[in-house]
């Protein structure tokens, strides 16, 4: 089956605790992206990557890293989280850049007190 | 001005009413328009796209672009239960690596 996996799917954590989100892909796409999802704020792009070792920011990327090792995978990384990165994170991918078809991650719930 | 946007009011009908959504944009480059439908504790997944300006119909659901007024709406007519989601309006420009994204409308059919 054609999916987009996460890992965890919920996770709480204390400020400043180093975590990591895992993301991978069976689909063999070229791109990949996180976003954030908060109320009243909508979906918000964090950072991307169109192939492997070429990651690029989006519109929120302060306080995250990312890395591109394997096409499958794209992990996000919060190196000293802080409660205001409490939110709802998904993963995606598409076959490229432009597609406007993404493929969306089932989501990892983060609290960070 | 935000790039897209989508008034986030939750919206309650009757089954079988038409849903209506719409949202307007700042970029007259996009050339790609999207529906996203995001069920409860689900990622979203893509319900429509078109290109350019006209309507693209699928069942019970039309898309609507009108380019000139940087204006797309969705509806959904004889709507269900099974509708009641949070439908996410979607924009990009071709060649682009990014998809612009409204905020969301939750919608809810009521039985």
């Known amino acids: 089956e054609a999916q987009v996996t996460q890992n965890p799917r919920y996770l709480i954590t204390v400020t400043g605790k180093k975590l990591t989100v895992t993301c991978s892909q069976n689909m063999n796409h070229e791109y990949m992206s996180w976003y954030r999802q908060d109320p009243g704020l909508g979906l918000r792009q964090i950072y991307y990557?169109?192939?492997?070792?070429?990651?690029d920011k989006g519109d929120v990327p302060e306080g995250y890293k990312v890395s591109r090792k394997e096409k499958r995978n794209f992990p996000l990384i919060l190196e000293s989280p802080s409660p205001n990165q409490t939110s709802l994170y998904f993963c995606a991918s598409s076959v490229t850049g432009g597609d406007w078809e993404q493929y969306f991650g089932p989501g990892t719930r983060l609290t960070v007190t | 001005q935000k790039e897209v946007e989508q008034d986030p009011g939750p919206l309650s009908v009757p089954e079988g009413a038409i849903v209506s959504l719409n949202c307007t944009y700042s970029?007259?480059?996009?050339?790609?328009f999207m529906w996203y439908r995001q069920y409860s504790r689900k990622g979203p997944e893509l319900l429509m796209y078109t290109y350019s300006s006209g309507n693209k119909e699928d069942g019970r659901f039309t898309a609507q672009v009108d380019k000139s007024s940087k204006y797309i709406s969705l509806f959904i007519r004889d709507s269900q239960p099974s509708d009641s989601a949070t439908y996410l309006c979607a924009m990009s420009v071709r060649g682009n690596n990014r998809l612009a994204f409204g905020k969301g409308n939750q919608v809810v059919v009521i039985p």
């Open positions: 970029n007259s480059a996009f050339q790609y």
């Open positions: 990557s169109m192939n492997v070792e070429v990651t």
